[in-house]
């Protein structure tokens, strides 16, 4: 998959020529099914600033509405900035799960995306595995009707403590992705446009990366609270227009994909309707 010149487009190519659409198709689709969101430990090697370069301008190749582009990145690679940044995304996360009635409808909500097995994964065709409790625990959890008992348990597993929060600090960068408002479409009655394209450039991203050997972990407790976004946004003197979309590690891998978080999606002929829905 790593290019190799193979299935590049030579000048005298016919466009039409089916052994060159044959060895295009393949490379393209064995990168699009290849790539993996990677969970382990990453290499505290920096990424080199060509290979950073690279990975931007394969997400500025993405198509966006109006040709509008609106999207930024913002790569941190100061290791006082990365322990920064865990520090807030991980204590606003601790305060989440430790304050508030929204616990149990939080459990409740994952739920129907967890999986017990990598047979049941590949049944299904979606969700995620999670090894480390079992179905039994999760199921009692969201029976409770009391959400005391779950604080400390969730607190353990998602908060600054866990291992999502260990992941983050030892990462030699994260990358955040912006959304430029003012680039959005005006006649847009919603960002559905700006948003989709936005989409688009951050999947070019992870592809560029699979294809350069760089492992990608997009980590929403970096971005999915609005106290942490203004945080972060804050601490990385992010100009108010631009709203922070996304967030990922990024880095060489320092361990095998762990098999547990297996491969899976629902067959294309299970999300395709012909005609009419
Ligand atoms: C918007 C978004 C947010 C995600 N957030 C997380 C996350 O917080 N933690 C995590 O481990 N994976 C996260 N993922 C990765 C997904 O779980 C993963 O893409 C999905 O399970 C499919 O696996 P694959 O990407 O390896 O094919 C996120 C992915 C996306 C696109």
Redesign the pocket.
């Known amino acids: 998959m790593r290019s190799t010149g193979k299935g590049r487009c030579e000048q005298n190519d016919t466009p039409h020529s089916a052994a060159r659409i044959e060895t295009q198709k393949m490379e393209t689709l064995e990168a699009i099914s290849g790539?993996?969101?990677?969970?382990g430990r990453l290499d505290e090697r920096k990424l080199e600033e060509e290979v950073l370069e690279r990975l931007v301008a394969a997400a500025g190749w993405a198509p966006s509405g109006h040709n509008s582009q609106p999207w930024e990145f913002v790569i941190v690679d100061d290791d006082a900035l990365i322990e920064r940044i865990a520090e807030i995304a991980t204590a606003n996360f601790d305060n989440f799960l430790a304050t508030g009635s929204h616990l149990l409808q939080w459990v409740r909500n994952f739920l129907p995306w967890l999986r017990w097995s990598a047979r049941e994964l590949e049944i299904r065709g979606d969700?995620?595995f999670f090894e480390r409790w079992s179905r039994s625990d999760w199921e009692a959890l969201g029976r409770l009707k009391d959400e005391e008992p779950i604080r400390a348990r969730m607190i353990e597993m998602f908060g600054s403590r866990g291992r999502?929060s260990i992941l983050i600090r030892s990462a030699p960068c994260l990358v955040f992705t912006l959304l430029d408002t003012t680039r959005k479409i005006p006649d847009c009655s919603n960002d559905t446009m700006a948003l989709t394209s936005v989409g688009a450039a951050?999947q070019n991203f992870r592809l560029a990366a699979h294809d350069l050997g760089v492992a990608v972990?997009?980590?929403?407790?970096?971005y999915?609270l609005p106290e942490t976004r203004a945080a972060i946004s804050g601490l990385l003197r992010i100009p108010g227009h631009l709203e922070i979309v996304?967030g990922m590690r990024l880095g060489y891998p320092a361990e095998a994909s762990k098999s547990s978080?297996s491969?899976v999606?629902r067959p294309a002929n299970s999300v395709t309707h012909r005609n009419g829905y």
């Open positions: 790539r993996r969101m990677y969970r969700g995620i999502p951050m972990h997009e980590q929403s407790v970096l999915d996304g978080h491969h999606r």
